[in-house]
């Protein structure tokens, strides 16, 4: 019998978790089996605790389930105490344990697929909700020359910011107030991609040859990719990157082995187009 991993989520059906961890089995030859599971809003603790009773090993968690994980689990990694969520949780005798590889997932696609350097860098992150929470600290361990995070409610930008003010060269500012100033890099962590829409940005907003990363993805360039790509990158890209590399580091913590990800990347890029 294989062990049994699952993804919990609401919506579910379109997870890519699914096709990401099955490849990784079919490839480290590790005896796992990966489904996804729909849970109701509310019932998030009762369907951990009956795939735990039904012998699952460990979990993924989607939107809307990551601050309910980060809750549940007794033992958390400093990673997921940091994103203030958890994507990822496992089993150790009673105790239920949570990480987050979500900020890991973006860094690991940035420097190691696209061999971009963060350091000394200047960053504009868009959005203060949990996607970008998620991603503010593993994106100061790059050593950037600093973190502007915009959001479209300054005050969540600002909240954000100061949570993470000890860590690193953080600051805020409200997406309308936004100069033409040009960036390096920008990451898009709002939920605009998700509606087709695109942050309002003004002109400048990233040097010619900088680098534009959605942690959205999609089958089509999303709107913020053809941003980038008008503005000039060098890179513009979707996170569908992240999402192998976060699971990749959820299947390591669970699997203690690390598969290998370019050909995942490749074959859901390929799957999505089809
Ligand atoms: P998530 O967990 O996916 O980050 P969230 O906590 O609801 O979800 O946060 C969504 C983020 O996307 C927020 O930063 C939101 O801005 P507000 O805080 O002002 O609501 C941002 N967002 C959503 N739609 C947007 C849009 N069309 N333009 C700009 N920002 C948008």
Redesign the pocket.
Known sequence: MPDRYAVMGHPIAHSKSPFIHRRFAAETGEPVAYEAIHVEPGDFRTAVERFRAAGGCGLNVT??F?EEAYALAGRRSERADRAG?VNTLWFEGTEVCGDNTDGFGLVRDLTRNLAIDIEARSVLL????????GVVGPLLDGLPQRLVIA???MS??VDLARHFANQGPVSAVA?GALAAEPFDMVVN????S??G????LPPGTLRTGGVAYDTAYAAQPTPFVRWGEAQGAAVATDGLGMLVEQAAEAFRIWRRMEPRTRSVIDALRAHLAS
Request: charged share 20%.
């Open positions: 939107i809307p990551k969520s868009l959005g203060a909700g949990g996607a970008a929470r959001n479209r409610t969540r930008a997406l962590a709002t939920a605009a998700l509606a829409d695109l942050p309002p």
